[in-house]
Nanobody, 115 residues
Framework: VQLVESGGGLVQPGGSLRLSCVASGFTFSRYYMRWYRQAPGKERELVAGITGDGGRTDSAASVKGRFTISRDNAKNMVYLQMKNLKPEDTAVYYC?????????WGQGTQVTVSS
């Protein structure tokens, strides 16, 4: 299993970014995918999740209405569209999948929201 995130960067408050995660090594369309984030000195927190068929999404209260998770099963990709970014969104963002009780993580992509 391999997960590779991309799309992070430095953005001003109120700006937007789209994160991408390409997955390999498992049957992508069968699994619920998640985005987590971890800010300096804080625990990793769940940001959003999406079912295998993309029919249902879940998101944390802190990002609801600003972040949208989506996926393209033909490309084995999961995305996190982030709008109206705030300084408190600054964190390393990770793609995650749980398979047979084991969690798999990407290397993470840094998002910094600052003026």
């Amino acid at each position: 299993v391999q997960l590779v995130e991309s799309g992070g960067g430095l953005v001003q408050p109120g700006g937007s970014l789209r994160l991408s995660c390409v997955a390999s090594g498992f049957t992508f369309s069968r699994y619920y995918m998640r985005w987590y984030r971890q800010a300096p000195g804080k625990e990793r927190e769940l940001v959003a999740g999406i079912t295998g068929d993309g029919g249902r999404t879940d998101s944390a209260a802190s990002v609801k209405g600003r972040f949208t998770i989506s996926r393209d099963n033909a490309k084995n990709m999961v995305y996190l569209q982030m709008k109206n970014l705030k300084p408190e969104d600054t964190a390393v963002y990770y793609c995650n999948v749980g398979i047979w009780g084991k969690d798999y993580w990407g290397q993470g992509t840094q998002v910094t929201v600052s003026s």
